[in-house]
């Protein structure tokens, strides 16, 4: 690297071998960060699971940067004391952490903290038990693994949101606004972070994050892709990729789908995912009478997951905003990185207006948006595509543009880079600030 060489401690709770979004994102970045020759190291959750620790070893054995599991998904504020002594150790330049939880270390250990904010983690804040009382307890690797359904899945009982609302909501909302720098994946969640007091010009929106190469296609590669699915060549394919839950909107494409099948002659849905939701999809498919024209793949290794792209004819995203928690906690597409994908991949698109998704596709440029819930509009935009080939195609080539150009990792982790480089200044007597200081 031709710029200065610096000590960057990365607090990224979401880390392989899980995956996701936020996986993929911490995964790239700290790959490129040390990759750079920034001295990198991160902090993250430990791994219960005897199957998953076995994969994270292996992970960790070949990151080139250390990789500390050391971190719980219930004791917040052990959590912040394991943080702040790891900082006492390994002096970091700045701090970057993948949730906007941990603003209040900025404070205390007297370096930038910088974080990426992905939305929801403003609308529905997850820091476990957020109280510092018992905070060790909670922090037991026994009580994490017996807990695992709920808090590494996502699928805990809305009591629990009621029980801890009010104090995780105080804690995000006195966090946030202590960073140096967020990164707001899309405008939707800039006006989130906005709204609970962080100044705006300490925001920066960055949008995307795709390996484009990865996901560019030829016309055989989607040929060879349909056939190693099963998928007839004349079959007109709807393909999905999401997690089975409310906001996703499964329902309103299978009612859409439905809808269709007797315009567009071998229409077939498919959708690779799962979730808490999934039985519930496929007996409203079921009832639907959609039998063999929709397939749910499950869950589908990310590296996998282009071939899906390649053997459809467009991709569909029908989120929506959804409640739960009695209506307390929103949930909302708060930027859609599979869309980012689907334009890697050359595939049309359809998703819907809501939440962060206008900050990915320009209606009638890269994709065409829908009302929220409007199935007729959305087979509506699916017939479209399908009559008008020529269309679908001119919003390919202007979804490949801003693929490479906008949405890839390579753009993306250019300005998270210079970003820190910019958040670092020389901090005299710096280290005695942090021997001394201790949250309680």
């Not at 922090?139 to 949101?161: F, T």
């Not at 720098?181 to 939707?188: D, E, G, K, T």
């Not at 409007?374 to 935009?381: E, G, I, T, Y």
């Amino acid at each position: 690297m031709t710029g200065p060489r610096h000590r960057l401690l990365l607090v990224l709770t979401e880390f392989p071998p899980a995956v996701g979004g936020m996986q993929t994102h911490a995964r790239h970045l700290a790959a490129h960060l040390a990759q750079r020759g920034h001295v990198v190291e991160v902090l993250t959750y430990r791994v219960t699971d005897t199957v998953l620790a076995a994969e994270a070893a292996h992970f960790d054995a070949g990151a080139g940067y250390p990789v500390r599991r050391i971190l719980s998904r219930l004791g917040y504020w052990f959590n912040v004391q394991r943080i702040l002594a790891h900082i006492r150790q390994f002096g970091p330049d700045a701090v970057y952490a993948s949730t906007v939880f941990y603003g209040l270390l900025k404070q205390h250990a007297g370096v930038p903290v910088l974080c990426r904010s992905v939305g929801n983690d403003v609308l529905r804040p997850w820091q476990g038990y957020p109280f510092a009382l018992w905070s060790t307890l909670a922090a037991s690797p026994r009580l994490q693994h017996a807990m695992r359904r709920w808090i590494e899945h996502g699928w805990q009982p809305d009591w629990v949101d009621h029980l801890f609302r009010r104090q995780r909501e105080r804690l995000m909302r006195q966090a946030a606004v202590g960073h140096t720098r967020i990164f707001a994946n899309s405008r939707y969640t800039a006006n989130l972070l906005s709204g609970i007091g962080v100044l705006p010009e300490r925001i920066e929106i960055v949008a995307g994050g795709v390996d484009a190469r990865h996901f560019g296609r030829t016309r055989r590669r989607g040929v060879e892709a349909r056939a190693e699915l099963g998928l007839a060549a004349h079959d007109v394919v709807v393909l999905t990729v999401c997690r089975l839950v409310a906001k996703k909107g499964v329902e309103v494409l299978l009612d859409a789908v439905a809808a269709l099948r007797a315009s567009v002659p071998g229409l077939k849905l498919v959708v690779v995912g799962d979730g808490p939701r999934r039985r519930a999809y496929e007996a409203r498919a079921a009832a639907l009478g959609l039998g063999q024209a929709v397939v749910f793949a499950g869950r589908v290794p990310h590296e996998r997951v282009r071939d899906y792209f390649w053997a459809s004819n467009m991709f569909v995203l029908a989120s929506y905003e959804s409640r739960h928690a009695g209506g307390a906690a929103r949930d909302v597409e708060t930027m859609g990185r599979v869309l980012c994908e689907a334009n890697a991949a050359g595939v049309p698109l359809i998703a819907t207006d809501s939440g962060g998704v206008p900050s990915v596709i320009r209606d009638g440029v890269n994709g065409l948006l829908v009302l929220p819930g409007d199935s007729a509009a959305l087979a509506q935009a699916m017939e479209r595509l399908w009559r008008e080939p020529a269309f679908g195609e001119q919003l390919v080539r202007a979804g490949l543009r801003r693929a490479r150009n906008e949405f890839d990792w390579s753009v993306i982790m250019r300005r998270h880079e210079q970003a820190i480089a910019d958040a670092i200044r020389p901090t005299p007597a710096r280290g005695a600030t942090q021997q001394e200081e201790k949250i309680v």
